[in-house]
């Protein structure tokens, strides 16, 4: 189900969707190009043969050191990764989708990497998505209503950043 | 046709139109099960539309998690679900494990069926009791209660907490269960059993709980599934799907040899070895009775797996196991695992550098995903009938805010 012979399909259905996967690991794992990304859930959602109509979770990874020495040591380069967790009620099967995004949209500080969204595809990812943009700082494009849902409204910053600072005051709140 | 449109009050609401008002619920009112606030736009008696503001309970416990080892994040894990805290300490060790390929012992694994499934019974009691708050009986809740304060002593005897467990852990569990404990274990499940019968009695087959629960707030299964619902939510649409027989194997396996049947209607009917009443001629599958009544089954269906346990755990005579280091290092990876906690499908996430402490921990929360249909559920319905659909979904805030 979850072997080389649906990656095929994948592939020749959405040809250079896919660009990496890893079907050993512990979660097998296909990663998808951000552009490419609603059109291979719609696949799996309708077209696939396991129809995944079930969105279990959208996590946001930062990956990024703020200490520079180890920084230095990182074996990766700094990018966010979002990770979907995609579930097949009918035939009780999970897939694991990966997005590799740029931590800045076009490497400016303050400008949120962005990504389609997948709330259209299933209604569920709507919650999902604004939880992700509250504390990992994703702008999902074509969201119907992406705001923050955990933080306040007016919170600065998004505390799941590795290089995130508690701010120091809140509305005559002390923070630290 | 003609004489149901006339007939239905809700038709004849909409012919003298009022003006739309805004009502806040909460976040304070006593039916929200926390602080959830509930924005109703309201024509008259009828909502026509919902929006639930969540995070008044928001504690970024990801992030505390990232700065903490694996073992270390277990009692914020009983923070979340405050309810159920075995379930989840059970949840994020077997997330842990799975990504450390480790395997508890035989016995470790018998108890931890024990203490989880007592969880379930101790966190369906607070629905079934807090429900009947929402629906303005305050009797159940009483009897509810009774019973779950002698599973809060019970655990209070294996672990020393009443709420905040920390007992189940990476690698096994904290301590042993003291000497006498089964025995007690078993006189509170034969004392338990016949309380059932009072339950059915007091909500279950009650008129008027029929009349609020039954056809209220239906919900399909496409709906449920489209929106990630898990758990009784899920299984009171009609969806057969447990993770404890369809999860992953690593938990799957902690069952194995066990006996249950997924609490589930199939073909017009629920799996019939207990005596339970039968089921109101009202009420629709996917209605709010429905997921009451999947709850009422499940206790009896953890009684029978904690009768299960207590056998298989009784008759293991090995050791134990120790849990691992407070400091113990988790291989690179990530790996992610849901478990079948009272409330729903429990997910952890789990992304490691090869450190002690993980890179990144996700908590996928149940009632997050089953609050998140409530727009969809409460469309057009009475106020009234508001408190019985977000009571029927049986959600803890501190899951869902983290």
Known sequence: MRGPGFLEQLESALPGAVTGSRL???????????????????????????????????????????????????TWQPHTELVYHLWSTASRVSIVLKVKLPRWKGDVPGQLPEVGSVAGVWRGANWHEREVYDLSGVWFTGHPDLRRILCPEDWEGHPLRKDYEQPLEYHGIRGR | ??????????????????????????????????????????????????????????????????????????????????????????????????????????????????????????????????????????????????????????????????????????????????????????????????????????????????????????????????Y???????????????????????????????????????????????????????????????????RMLEVVQSMDLVRQAIDRYAACKGPLGEPVKLTEKIPAGDAYLETECPKGQMGFYLVSDGSAIPWRVRARSSSFSNLAVTHELCRGCLIADVPAIVGSLDIVMGEIDR
Not at chain 2, 246 to 252: A, H, K, L, Q, R
């Open chain 1, 24 to 74: 050993d690991a512990l979660d097998p794992w296909i990663e998808i190009d951000p552009s490419r990304l609603v059109d291979v859930c719609r696949w799996l959602r309708e077209k696939s043969q396991v129809r995944f109509d079930s969105i279990e979770c959208i996590t946001a990874v930062d990956w990024f050191e703020p200490d520079p020495k180890k920084a230095a040591k990182a």
């Open chain 2, 1 to 226: 046709m003609a004489q149901l449109i006339d007939d239905d009050p809700r038709i004849i609401e909409f012919d003298v139109r009022t003006d739309e008002m805004l009502v806040n619920m909460g976040p304070q009112h006593p039916s929200t099960h926390g602080v959830l606030r509930l924005v109703l736009r309201t024509d008259g008696e009828i909502v026509s539309e919902v929006e639930p503001h969540i995070g008044y309970l928001h504690r970024c416990a990801e992030k505390i998690g990232e700065n903490l080892t694996a073992r270390q994040w277990i009692p914020y894990t009983d923070r979340m679900d405050y309810l159920a805290a075995m379930n989840m300490n059970l949840g994020w060790s077997l997330a842990v494990e799975k990504l450390m390929h480790y395997q508890v012992s035989e016995r470790a694994r018998h108890l931890r069926v024990l203490i989880a499934e007592m969880g379930r019974i101790a966190s369906h009691l607070v629905g079934m009791g807090a429900y009947g708050l929402d629906l303005g009986t305050f009797s159940p809740f009483l009897y509810a209660f009774r019973e779950r304060e002698k599973i809060l002593d019970l655990f209070e005897e294996a672990c020393g907490a009443r709420l905040t467990y920390s007992y189940i852990t990476v690698g096994g569990l904290t301590a042993d269960l003291p000497p006498g404990w089964l025995r007690k274990c078993e006189e509170f499940l034969d004392q338990f059993e016949p309380v059932i019968q009072e339950y059915h009695a007091l909500l279950t087959t009650n008129a008027i709980f029929v009349k609020r629960t039954a056809a209220i707030g239906v919900m399909s299964p496409e709906l449920a599934i489209e």
């Open chain 2, 228 to 294: 990630g619902c898990s758990g009784p939510v899920l299984r009171g649409s009609g969806v057969d799907q447990d993770m404890r027989r369809d999860g992953e194997s690593i938990y799957t396996a902690m069952y194995d040899g066990y006996a249950f049947e997924v609490a589930v209607m199939k073909n017009g009917h629920y799996p019939r070895d207990h005596q339970y009443p039968p089921v109101p001629s009202d009420a629709v599958i996917g209605d709010c009775w429905h997921r009451f009544f999947v």
